[in-house]
């Protein structure tokens, strides 16, 4: 079975400054997606960024971007010139391309960022 | 933004009684699904659905039922809450290619 892990519960960067959170994930397949989600206070969860895996570039969105490593199956997120309204839950989250999987997302357990001004 | 909105986004309630959430989505989506999340578990799929009246279990499904009988919308029930079925529940729909789009949340309290 995949699983997800995110090791650092928490982690704080200065406003301005860059920061990257690990996640790494266990897998046998060789086709999935990876994607990480925010969650800031107000609860609502929003999706940060998407890898394909059979893409070799790593995606990019503005100041959000990723570290791909699917040898490693390592999937960092790196976040920079961050700002206040970055602090949030950033979760990882794993889903198999195969069909038939009802599209089901495999989860890590979460890091808390904190932006200190 | 993806539509989805769940009701009621609050609710504090007695433990035995029943209890039931709605998603509503006017996305026309065929999957649709209902997380908990908990401090120290992130999110656990309870049910999910591939289509109208087509579901199934997710991780932690023991004391839920959920039913779909139209394309948009997605009932969780609880038959007779507990204390520790207390979370904050969400819905989400999966659009291509296979990232969830969440609602916003509904914070379940049983005293």
């Known amino acids: 079975a995949q699983t997800v892990t995110q090791s650092q519960p928490e982690m704080s960067v200065q406003e301005a400054e860059t920061v990257t959170l690990s996640c790494t994930y266990d897998t046998s397949e060789s086709d999935y997606y990876l994607f990480w989600y925010k969650q800031p206070p107000s609860r609502q969860m929003i999706l940060v960024i998407r890898?394909?895996?059979?893409k070799q570039q790593n995606a990019t969105e503005n100041r959000f971007s990723v570290n791909f490593q699917k040898a490693a199956k390592s999937f960092s997120l790196k976040i920079s010139d961050s700002q206040l309204g970055d602090a949030a839950m950033y979760f990882c989250a794993y889903r198999s391309a195969r069909a038939g999987n009802n599209r089901k997302l495999i989860w890590g357990l979460g890091t808390s960022l904190a932006v200190n001004p | 933004d993806a539509g989805i909105t769940q009701s009621p986004r609050h609710k504090v309630t007695e433990t035995g009684t029943p209890v039931t959430l709605r998603c509503h989505q006017t996305?026309?989506?065929?999957?649709m699904y209902w997380y908990r999340q908990d401090p120290g578990h992130g999110l656990r799929l309870i049910h999910y659905s591939y289509g109208v009246k087509d579901t199934d279990k997710g991780e932690v499904s023991d004391g839920y039922s959920v039913s779909r009988s139209k394309t948009e919308d997605f009932l969780l029930t609880l038959e007779s809450a507990t204390s520790s079925q207390t979370s904050v529940y969400f819905c989400a729909i999966s659009g291509p290619p296979g990232e969830l789009f969440f609602g916003e949340g509904s914070r379940l309290t049983v005293l």
């Open positions: 996305e026309n989506h065929r999957y």
């Open positions: 890898q394909e895996a059979y």
